[in-house]
């Protein structure tokens, strides 16, 4: 059968069929993300985008452990608290690790320039964010591919992760420290109308992110409850 004999309809389709697989082969591929996040994230995180977070140390290290397994660069710009040993334990190779802890007001600039040479770069803005400085980095990751994750809002953001029912343990009575968390992660996008969500163990005991395989029972003195 030639192009001749096919109807415009079909002729439509199938352009666009060569189309969307030309454009398929194009697109980079996300940069990997926990296998318990990916399905609620489109499969990992999208080059050129920015995602907003919800202030975590244990989600930010969680986050930057697929990427950097896979063997690329991250850095982390004004969160001073993010602790080298706690991300290792993550499984964020430290070798492969910028950390910038405290540059006040040029948060903006370092950040621009990390953006040029690092694939995933987090960063907690120092005050409020301008809609036209967001557009102008906006602009730097989709050039570069890289990816951006914020310690709070950001304007036009992919997607915001947030946590919530937070449910620690380790302490017994009187004695004790913490050591896991069960916590509910969830996910709204710009791509899809509903949010979705999981219960998660994050930090696990090792300090990485765990589903949870079973209901974990616990004395009401050895469990502190938040909200958030």
């Given at each position: 059968?030639?192009?001749?004999?096919?109807?415009?309809?079909?002729?439509?389709?199938?352009?666009?069929?060569?189309?969307?697989?030309?454009?398929?082969?194009?697109?980079?591929s996300p940069y990997p993300?926990?296998?318990?996040?990916?399905?609620?994230l489109d499969g990992g995180l999208k080059p050129g985008a920015a995602y907003s977070l919800d202030t975590s140390g244990a989600l930010l290290a969680a986050l930057l452990a697929g990427p950097s397994a896979e063997g690329h660069?991250?850095?982390?710009?004004?969160?001073?608290?993010?602790?080298?040993?706690?991300?290792?334990?993550?499984?964020?190779?430290l070798e492969r690790l910028v950390l910038v802890p405290d540059p006040a007001d040029q948060w903006l600039a370092v950040t621009a320039a990390?953006?040029?040479?690092?694939?995933?770069?987090?960063?907690?803005?120092?005050?409020r964010v301008r809609?036209?400085?967001?557009?102008r980095l906006a602009s730097r990751l989709r050039d570069r591919g890289s990816?951006?994750?914020?310690?709070?809002?950001?304007p036009r953001a992919e997607a915001r992760v947030t946590l919530g029912e937070a449910c620690w343990s380790g302490v017994g009575p009187g004695h004790g420290y913490l050591n896991s968390r069960e916590v509910t992660v969830t996910v709204?996008?710009?791509?899809l109308p509903a949010a979705r969500s999981v219960r998660l163990v994050l930090p696990s005991p090792d300090?990485?992110?765990?589903?949870?395989?079973?209901?974990?029972?616990?004395?009401?003195?050895?469990v502190l409850r938040a909200v958030g």
């Open positions: 059968m030639t192009d001749a004999d096919l109807s415009k309809g079909e002729l439509l389709e199938r352009l666009r069929a060569q189309v969307t697989s030309r454009e398929a082969r194009l697109r980079p993300a926990p296998a318990e996040l990916a399905g609620l660069w991250c850095a982390v710009v004004g969160v001073p608290e993010f602790g080298a040993e706690a991300a290792g334990h993550a499984g964020v190779v990390l953006v040029e040479a690092v694939p995933v770069v987090a960063v907690r803005p120092y005050g809609e036209a400085d967001a557009a990816v951006l994750l914020v310690d709070g809002a950001w709204s996008s710009r791509r300090g990485r992110l765990a589903p949870i395989d079973r209901p974990v029972v616990a004395e009401p003195a050895a």
